[in-house]
């Protein structure tokens, strides 16, 4: 059953919340850090003449000068250590109107330039020329950046995550799945890194599904100044990882008080479609919350509060309403027939698995932070954040379990701390976080059981029951030193995480049945993995070293070059040895992976054309290494000899109940192990970038990157069968002894293991590369009042060696022809199930001038569907290997034909279709906002506005 988001209609009663920065006068030196940027720029006349003594004042977003300062001789002006946002730069000299320039974006860890022409204009000035200038960017890292009204919620989730569906370099999912995102630079999303306000946080969902989007819901948007999306950071104080960083920065309290409550109410009565509500839920949700700010003692000591509640619903498209199969000889309803034999043949309801499901999100957040000015020269903030939700039927991955009768119960907390300090030449930062989430996935429904040859599934996923427990310590300290065109950083960094996990795959059972047929006669396979050891928990230590060198070459072009060392250090005596399988092969179950070759060169520069903030050039390129994820250490130590599995094959009386030893008997043990040769990931990464700056606040971006990770994990299973002589007349591999059962094909059980004691042998072996281009258009119009454009286009490919990264089951991991193709060749070395070559987002938005402004919005984003292999139902185990969902279709004349007419890639007659050579249809939609502004006030001078946001108008 597929799952799509349904369309709905919200009102929102809200309101703008007036933000307000503060920017602390703490000396002369132009830090480069990863929490705060810098504005500078030159004013001049009309001719074109710097304008020295002219007098200038940074406004904040509600208009309140927080920094005042004149231009030098040369006409220029520098504003360090600002918080990132946006704001207004107003310019004023006696004989020359006054100009301000409206909507400059400061991004963390770079240098905004902007340039001001001033016309002479006798006395008197009556007016202020207002106009807009997104400014242009210089220094720190490139990639998307979403900041002022781009971070205004247009979701129902209103969390950080939720802001990646408008940026086009990342992939979202396209069933309605909510999250970060399932891919970044061609890699699954769980290489991604979260941050906030330079401190590495926790981004948790399901460990097993490595592209499963993670929400944030501690990070709301409407309590955070800005977002970035670094896919190759230069910077060498951002630790590494081949993924992208999203790098949050939360929002501080300005310095008059500020109220700004807000509330939705949605409804599918509003406005949606019978097929996908077919329960006919009324889908009703709601939110509520609010953030309180202002300051505790004046210029000294800021407070922000932030709490939040919502309750969400979400109908699923009701199951096999249109679809049919066979069963006793005759064409049946597949909807009406499935109960008749529940009942028929068992005694048992099926009713929850037939019904349309309606998810629920209910849960709430609460977040504060503080921000205090101890001396003229250092500053103190603390952030402590918490929340906690239930979610019933949660949507996980995209198998074919449609979540009823299963839960989801979360909890995140969040702490943070940080000291800036900074001097004439020195400046430091030092940091400390601590982080912990906790996921449980609970389940009251049967064993999943799977119909392959009509795509149905009942009862529980195999992903069910599972505990996530996860805490984290992050330190990190960076030093500047400021000495002529040098601007040296140092640092280092520790994070320690305490990491739990409760998961088997198949804990509660797996029955597969061939068709209605089988079913109703309980003919199939069963399938279980037993153990009865504690859950593994355990403490990574990952210590870190930097330095790196930002060189001036010249006013306008600035180098950097640095070196970073960083390593992981997993525990001892946490893998078991298995002396039975050491004996028959000799290869050791408890090899404890290490690699001390962390160092990571990067280099960058940036170049300003001229120094006026028009045209900027940028590259950059460095390794980034890696790790183990803490959920495949935590597998090995499950799977290290205290597992066992069980596997039957015929009738199954008992079901949906576990059937007992005599059917389902143990066939040994499955393992996992890390190969002796094991080296931490490591990606190299290029990027390069121009962009333009044009009058009236547009800018254009062409960036385009080049990524290569390779030392990536791949499964290999060492206790398969070798094929000697046992191949089809094709040439595809049998590893076992093939049972047929209407629509499902089987190895018997042990028939394809080299050891009668074991199952499925694991070993995770540094053998996988990914290999990824990508170019992105981004165009950007942001005015106060007018209409505003961001569009971006990507275009991407990627290719890799890493067989079902979107699967849970690690057998459908495996490489089928791993031994190569009869006429040789790497099958597994082809297109990345990631590979989504196009992608785009727009956002538009019509505000009008006045007391009572009206606000028309749109958002739209379009991507290619998933690549994916032409092959067989699930259940169809052709070779034998144990994996019911990895072999490809043979290609003769006729089949060749119908790939060609489905659009996929080219496979000679002949052969075996080549990985990912078919894809999914693209995915879009559309979603409308209108908004009026009311005559009313809330606190802080901020406006009330009545919002109707209409989701998915057009979707696909």
């Not at 069933?175 to 590495?200: C, E, H, K, M, N």
């Not at 569009?791 to 890799?800: G, I, P």
């Amino acid at each position: 059953m597929r799952v799509w988001e349904t369309p709905t209609r919200r009102i929102l009663l809200g309101a703008l919340l007036v933000e307000l920065f503060v920017a602390a006068d703490v000396g002369s030196l132009a830090a480069q850090s990863l929490t705060s940027g810098s504005l500078r720029g030159t004013v001049q006349s009309s001719s074109g003449d710097p304008l020295s003594g002219v007098s200038l004042s940074v406004e904040g977003r509600g208009g309140a000068v927080l920094k005042s300062l004149e231009t030098d001789s040369k006409g220029g002006f520098r504003v360090a250590l600002l918080v990132p946002g946006s704001y207004a730069l107003l310019a004023e000299q006696a004989g020359y109107q006054p100009v301000r320039l409206s909507g400059i974006v400061v991004v963390a860890g770079t240098a905004t330039t902007v340039t001001v022409a001033l016309e002479r204009r006798p006395p008197p000035i009556t007016s202020v020329s207002e106009r807009n200038s997104a400014g242009a960017r210089a220094g720190g890292s490139s990639g998307p950046v979403l900041s002022g009204a781009a971070l205004e919620a247009f979701d129902r989730p209103r969390d950080a995550a939720g802001s990646a569906r408008d940026v086009s370099t990342l992939i979202n999912p396209g069933d309605g799945r909510t999250g970060l995102a399932i891919g970044a630079q061609g890699l699954p999303a769980s290489f991604s890194r979260l941050y906030a306000d330079g401190v590495l946080e926790t981004l948790l969902r399901h460990p097993a599904l490595r592209a499963e989007p993670a929400g944030s819901p501690l990070f709301q948007r409407d309590a955070l100044n800005q977002i970035q999306f670094l896919g190759a950071a230069a910077d060498l104080e951002w630790r590494g990882t081949p993924g992208t960083i999203a790098a949050l920065q939360t929002r501080g309290s300005g310095r008059r008080f500020s109220f700004a409550p807000y509330g939705t109410f949605a409804s599918s009565k509003l406005g949606g479609n019978s097929q996908d509500n077919f329960g006919d839920s009324t889908a009703s949700s709601f939110q509520v919350g609010a953030v309180l700010s202002g300051a505790i003692v004046p210029d000294t000591a800021h407070v922000l509060v932030r709490v939040d509640y919502a309750s969400l619903e979400q109908p699923g498209a009701a199951p096999w309403v249109h679809d049919s199969s066979r069963y006793a000889g005759s064409t049946v309803s597949l909807r009406e027939t499935l109960p008749r034999i529940g009942t028929e043949s068992f005694h048992t309801g099926l009713a929850p698995y037939t019904a349309s499901v309606v998810r629920r999100r209910k849960g709430g957040s609460g977040e504060g932070r503080l921000d205090w000015q101890i001396a003229r020269s250092s500053s103190l903030l603390l952030r402590l954040g918490y929340a906690s939700w239930t979610e019933d039927a949660p949507q996980l991955g995209a198998d074919l379990f449609g979540g009823a009768a299963t839960s989801l119960k979360a909890r995140d907390i969040s702490a943070a701390a940080t000291v800036t300090s900074s001097g004439t030449d020195l400046a430091n930062e030092l940091r400390a976080g601590f982080s912990a989430a906790r996921r449980e996935w609970k389940q009251s429904g049967f064993a999943g059981t799977i119909l392959a040859a009509d795509a149905v599934a009942l009862g529980t996923s195999p992903l069910f029951p599972a505990t996530f427990d996860t805490k984290a310590v992050d330190l990190s300290d960076a030093l500047q030193y400021t000495r002529a065109r040098h601007q040296i950083k140092g640092g280092a960094a520790l994070n320690l995480l305490n990491y739990q996990q409760d998961y088997r795959f198949g804990a509660l059972g797996r029955y597969l049945f061939g068709d209605l047929d089988r079913f109703g006669a309980a003919q199939g396979t069963f399938f279980q993995t037993v153990g009865t050891a504690a859950a593994p928990r355990f403490t990574v230590t990952e210590p870190g070293l930097f330095l790196q060198d930002t060189y001036e070459l010249a006013p306008d072009f600035q180098l950097l070059a640095g070196v970073r060392y960083e390593t992981q250090v997993l525990p001892k005596n946490k893998l078991s040895s298995d002396t039975v399988w050491r004996h028959a092969t000799g290869i050791a179950t408890d090899f404890l992976p290490k690699d001390r070759k962390g160092f990571s060169p990067r280099a960058g520069f940036v170049w300003n054309v001229q120094n006026r903030g028009e045209w900027v050039v940028r590259g950059s390129g460095g390794l980034y290494h890696g790790d183990i994820e803490p959920s495949l250490f935590a597998e090995a130590i499950t799977f290290s000899g205290g597992s066992t599995v069980r596997r039957g094959l015929g009738a199954f009386p008992s079901w949906p109940a576990v059937p007992d030893a005599s059917l389902a008997p143990s066939v040994g043990k499955r393992l996992t192990l890390f190969s002796d040769t094991y080296r931490a990931p490591r990606s190299a990464k290029f990027d390069f970038g121009v962009s333009r700056a044009l009058i009236g606040g547009t800018t254009l971006a062409v960036a385009g990157s080049y990524g290569h990770t390779d030392y990536l994990l791949r499964r290999v299973d060492l206790n398969r069968a070798a094929t000697s002589s046992r191949r089809t007349q094709e040439g595809r591999p049998v590893y076992g002894s093939l049972v047929q059962q209407g629509g499902l094909v089987s190895a018997a059980p042990e028939s394809n293991r080299r050891f009668e004691d074991f199952d499925l042998v694991s070993a995770l072996e540094p053998t996988g590369f990914a290999d990824h281009y990508e170019v992105t258009a981004l165009l950007e119009h942001q005015v106060a009042a007018g209409l505003s454009v961001s569009a971006s286009y990507t275009y991407s490919k990627t290719t890799d060696n890493l067989v079902g990264s979107l699967q849970a089951d690690p057998a459908d991991q495996l490489n089928p022809f791993a031994e190569g193709l009869p006429g040789g060749g790497d099958w597994s070395d082809g297109r990345s199930d990631l590979d989504v070559p196009h992608r785009a987002a727009a956002r538009a938005e019509y505000r009008s001038p006045g007391k009572t402004p009206v606000v028309l919005g749109a958002r739209w984003r379009w991507r290619s569907g998933l690549p994916y292999t032409p092959g067989f139902r699930a259940g169809v185990d052709l070779n034998g290997d144990g994996a019911g969902d990895n072999d490809p279709v043979y290609v003769d004349q006729d089949v060749a034909s119908r790939l060609s007419t489905a659009g996929c890639t080219a496979t000679a007659a002949g052969s075996f279709a080549e990985r990912n050579s078919c894809r999914e249809k693209g995915v879009q939609a559309l979603d409308l906002r209108l908004a009026i502004g009311l005559p009313l006030a809330v606190g802080g001078g901020g406006r009330l506005y009545a919002t109707l946001d209409a989701f998915n108008v057009v979707s696909s």
